[in-house]
């Protein structure tokens, strides 16, 4: 389930948008490109990641992936990459300046002294680096399994056993906490962080102050124009796509897609088991026929094809097998050229995490554990731990940046990562500045159910979207309440693992998907 496997084999979907920068020339990417960045380094690349590089005033960088610029649309990644480094003038200045930007990258600054490595707002395209300088340098890729079949690490028995401990189920839900990945010596770059080799040094340069109580109209009106700008800016270098449910989410990023409908894909995965009059089946059947967009049902597999579950893993060492599956349907319809819009990013602005009422002592480690999901497994307090301690007391709600650089840092770029051999993907949401003035919001307006402030934008955007309710009752069995009884009251997480996969079989699970919003 979770073996690194040598990258030796030859398909054009091994490793696929992924990379590998190393000191010394000696690591390179099976069937990658190599870019020449000097100072006896290799970046080896995956033949479809875009990469960008511009120089200025001695400084090089180099774009991995695409940035768009929302307030000039027209930009192309290497004006704004260009202007970066032309208008900054040391990492932490640089690092600063790319929360105007959305998209999904990884830039690599160098100047005469060191390297520089900074990600979009949530991390969304994924960077892990080794801990410490080994005696041959450094090593940074977009999965842990790269560095570790480089370099022969072992996995960290904790870790492995945490894994282990979330149960045998094809769709059981994780990501590894805090900056772990499976190996001690490799670490994950979290967002709002940025990384300065050959040293390994990791430093937070966001939040640096409170964001300022915005008035909602403002706020509303900043938001729409930073949203359009932006999928302007995706719309005009890519064909878009938009996975949809009876969610939130999937509604705002519908009609973010206004301008963009008549050449739109639109889907929705057919989940074993999932019943017929499952509401994020009818709710787009429903909608999409009335906007004039065509709604594509995707079959999900009723088994995973060996030779691709071994090439999702040989990219993704910790992958879920639902991932997998759920990256094989896709494979098998999905356009090429189009780029997925996806919601990801908005639990950051929902009050995702909340605690009980009557809490009043500080945050613990226990608690975030418990707070993620992830269980209250050892490797995953020490996790939890280790960040709430370089967290310390932050200029914003330490659960809201808990939420950014928890879920949408690791699990949502993890995902992302294990969809890339099928589909490259946009997060509107994905934008500091926009994240910001969000949270500057009345909370009451962010939170659910209602969720006023989301359900404001849509109506802005496209009000005929919401001609058929959002997140309307479910119809559900009576085993199916029993198992959200258990969640709404938090029992579930008194029942030891392997009861609960044994209720999950009886109830008839489907695959994975976002929090309900």
């Known amino acids: 389930m979770i073996s690194p496997v040598p990258s030796s084999v030859d398909d054009p979907l091994l490793h696929r948008r992924q990379f590998l920068f190393a000191s010394g020339g000696a ?14 380094c290799r970046l080896s690349v995956h033949p479809e990641l875009e990469v960008t590089r511009v120089e200025s005033n001695g400084v090089l960088g180099i774009l991995l992936g695409f940035i768009l610029d929302p307030e000039r649309p027209e930009r ?3 004006e704004i990459a260009a202007g970066l480094l032309e208008e900054t003038s040391d990492p932490a200045d640089l690092a600063r300046a790319t929360s105007a930007f959305g ?40 999965d842990a399994g790269i560095i570790a079949s480089r370099l022969g690490l072992e996995m960290e028995p904790a870790a492995v056993d945490f894994i282990r401990s979330r149960g045998e189920s094809d769709f059981e839900v994780y990501w590894m906490p805090g900056d772990r990945t499976l190996f001690k010596e490799v670490a ?42 932006l999928v302007d800016a995706a719309g005009r270098r890519f064909a878009l796509s938009v996975p ?23 889907y929705t995965f057919d989940y074993p088991n999932m019943p017929r009059n499952s509401r994020d089946v009818w709710v787009p059947a429903r909608l999409l026929p009335t906007l004039g967009i065509a709604h594509h049902v995707i079959p999900y597999p009723e088994t995973t094809d060996a030779r691709f579950k071994r090439l999702h893993r040989l990219g993704n060492v910790a992958a879920n097998n639902a991932y997998c599956a759920d990256a094989e349907a896709l494979a098998a319809v999905y356009p090429a050229g189009h780029v997925c819009v996806t919601g990801d990013a908005a639990e950051v602005v929902k009050c995702f995490h909340a605690r009980d009422p009557g809490s009043r002592d500080p945050v613990d480690a226990h608690e975030l554990a418990g707070l993620s999901g992830l269980g209250t497994h050892p490797f995953v307090v020490g996790a939890m731990a280790d960040w709430l301690a370089e967290a310390g007391d932050p200029a914003v709600d330490l659960l809201d940046l808990f939420c950014w650089e928890q879920m949408a840092g690791r699990w949502q770029p993890k995902i992302r990562a294990e969809y890339d051999m099928v589909q490259e993907c946009l997060a509107p949401l994905n934008h500091r500045r926009l994240l910001e003035t969000m949270l500057g919001v009345d909370p009451e307006l962010r939170r659910a159910p209602d969720f006023t402030f989301f359900a404001r934008m849509v109506e802005a955007l496209w009000p005929e979207t919401l001609s058929v309710p959002v997140n309307p009752p479910e119809t559900q069995s009576r085993k199916r309440r029993v198992l959200n009884l258990l969640k709404k009251t938090g029992l579930h997480r008194l029942i030891p693992p392997a009861a609960k996969q044994n209720l999950k079989i009886a109830l008839g699970g489907h695959g994975p998907t976002k929090p309900a919003s």
């Open 244 to 266: 949809m449910t009876a969610g939130w989410d999937s509604r705002l990023m519908l009609a973010l897609c206004r301008d963009r409908a008549s050449g739109l894909y639109a």
């Open 27 to 40: 690591h390179e990417l099976p069937g990658g490109r190599g870019v020449d960045v000097g100072n006896d």
């Open 188 to 229: 994950a770059l979290l967002p709002n962080h940025f990384l300065t080799l050959p040293e390994g040094d990791v430093h937070r340069f966001w939040p640096s102050a409170r964001p300022e109580p915005r008035d909602p109209d403002e706020a509303l009106d900043f938001c729409l124009g930073t949203l359009r700008g």
């Open 76 to 78: 192309s990644n290497s």
């Open 103 to 142: 998209g999904r990258w990884v830039l690599l600054r160098r100047d005469a002294a060191s390297w520089t490595i900074v990600h979009d707002a949530t991390g969304q395209r994924q960077v892990c680096f080794t801990r410490a300088r080994e005696a041959e340098g450094f090593l940074c890729a977009s």
